[in-house]
């Protein structure tokens, strides 16, 4: 169990989002994990997210439902629903992260 977990909600914003796990990576504080919520995405999108992922298994994805709440703060909830850790950081898919900033 990760002590801190990194909420983000996704829409369909490749560059923005791959920017953003990189920095997540360059974290000198390693004991997170990072919970990512697909909002009404494509299929192409979902699987360029899992493929992004899959090197680091701190890294989960999810896909919001089609019937579920729209909007980053319902993603958030899904998010909350999922996480283990005993800390939530809520952050979005077009943030950066300071090395530093975890700990």
């Known amino acids: 169990m990760a002590l801190v977990s990194i909420i983000i909600p996704s829409f369909e914003r490749k560059e923005l989002l791959t920017n953003c796990l ?5 974290q000198t504080f390693m004991d997170w994990e990072c919970i990512i ?6 299929e192409n999108y979902f699987g360029f997210v899992e493929k992004l992922t899959q090197h680091d298994e701190r890294f989960k994805v999810t896909r919001k439902h089609k019937n579920a709440k729209l909007g ?3 993603s958030r909830n899904i998010g ?7 800390y939530i950081q809520f952050f979005d898919d077009d943030d950066e992260m300071y090395p530093n ?3």
């Open 22 to 26: 990189k920095s997540l990576l360059e």
């Open 37 to 42: 919520i697909c909002e009404n995405t494509s």
């Open 72 to 74: 980053p703060s319902a």
């Open 80 to 86: 909350i629903k999922l996480s283990q850790a005993k």
């Open 101 to 103: 900033m975890l700990n």
